[in-house]
């Protein structure tokens, strides 16, 4: 084998940086939440795949990011697909706008009960303040002085 040959090696791939940044970490669960293996993150963001990997697991802030990114893909989805099917809506084709229509108005109906269910319902009346104990007029001798309060009986049990 001669050198010209030679199949040039890569250098290896850093480790990302521990704990990882508000923006690599922003990165990575947005590439991770649209579909993308971890080698293609690894390679997109000139890391190694494997410590990416293990750094993500190992930030205790990565799993909310990823969670938010799902929930935004997600609603990215649903958001085109709503936008095809209202396009399908305004067809030609008869059977293609009604079959559209069906699929729309049950996916709406579809969320309202969902939000519905996840929405506690408002109160009726706001919450009834509570009230104050009653004062007890002040028991005065024939002095006029008001005698010290008496403490409740103790009782001792027997035996």
Request: charged content about 30%; overall charge positive; glycine content about 2%.
């Amino acid at each position: 084998m001669s050198a010209s040959d030679a199949v040039p090696v890569p250098a290896a791939l850093p480790a990302p940086p521990l704990p990882l940044s508000a923006e690599l970490r922003a990165d990575v669960a947005y590439r991770r939440a649209r579909g993308a293996s971890w080698d293609a993150v690894g390679a997109k963001l000139r890391f190694d795949a494997d410590a990416l990997r293990r750094a993500a697991t190992a930030d205790p802030l990565f799993a909310a990011a990823l969670e938010a990114e799902w929930a935004e893909a997600v609603r990215e989805a649903e958001a085109e697909a709503l936008r095809r099917l209202q396009k399908l809506t305004a067809s030609e084709s008869e059977e293609v706008a009604l079959r559209a229509s069906v699929v729309v108005v049950r996916y709406a109906t579809e969320r309202r009960r969902t939000d519905a269910r996840r929405t506690p319902p408002a109160p009726r009346t706001p919450p009834a303040e509570p009230k104050p104990a009653p004062v007890a007029p002040a028991v005065r001798d024939r002095s006029g002085r008001t005698p010290p309060p008496v403490e409740p009986a103790r009782v001792v049990p027997m035996g």
